[in-house]
C-alpha cells in the first residue's frame, strides 16, 4: 500500500521556521518525483517545490524561492521541506505527492511546467497544517 505521511506542520509567528516531512511507503523511493504543494482556504492548490529522487534536482515556486529548502533521505524514504522567513500568506495546508519519472524524464518535469500540475502526480499525502501568525 502506497502512503505520504506529512508531518511537521504547526503554528509559528511570521518571520518564524518550519520543517515538513514527508515519509513515504509503498513504492521505490528513487523512481520518483516528490512535490510539496500548498493550499490555502478559498484558493486553488499550487506548488512549492519538487525534488526528483533519481537525480535530486529541485525546483521551487517564485513564492517560496530563497525562503525554502527540499531535500531527500534516501536511507529513510522521506522528503523534507525547510521553510524559513515564513509570512502569514504562508499560511496553508501543505501537501506532498509523488510523482513516477525516470531518469531520462525527470530533467523534463522540472524544466517545464509539469512539476507545478497537482494531476501529474500519482500518489498524495493527506497534508498538514502550518498557520503563520502575525
Known amino acids: 500500500e502506497v502512503q505520504l505521511v506529512e508531518s511537521g506542520g504547526g503554528l509559528v509567528q511570521t518571520g518564524g521556521s518550519l520543517r515538513l516531512s514527508c515519509t513515504t511507503s509503498?513504492?521505490?523511493?528513487?523512481?520518483?518525483?516528490i512535490g510539496w504543494f500548498r493550499q490555502a482556504p478559498g484558493k486553488e492548490r499550487e506548488a512549492v517545490a519538487c525534488?526528483?529522487?533519481?537525480?535530486?534536482?529541485?525546483a521551487y515556486a517564485t513564492s517560496m524561492k530563497g525562503r525554502s529548502t527540499i531535500s531527500g533521505d534516501h536511507a529513510k524514504d522521506t522528503v523534507y521541506l525547510q521553510m524559513n522567513n515564513l509570512k502569514s500568506e504562508d499560511t496553508a495546508v501543505y501537501y506532498c505527492?509523488?510523482?513516477?519519472?525516470?531518469?531520462?524524464?525527470?530533467?523534463?518535469?522540472?524544466?517545464?511546467?509539469?512539476?507545478?500540475?497537482?494531476?501529474?502526480?500519482?500518489?498524495w499525502g493527506q497534508g498538514t497544517q502550518v498557520t503563520v501568525s502575525s
Open positions: 525534488l526528483t529522487n533519481t537525480d535530486s534536482h529541485t
Open positions: 509503498g513504492f521505490t523511493f528513487g523512481d520518483y518525483a
Open positions: 505527492a509523488a510523482m513516477q519519472v525516470t531518469r531520462e524524464t525527470a530533467p523534463l518535469v522540472l524544466q517545464g511546467p509539469a512539476w507545478e500540475v497537482a494531476s501529474m502526480y500519482n500518489y
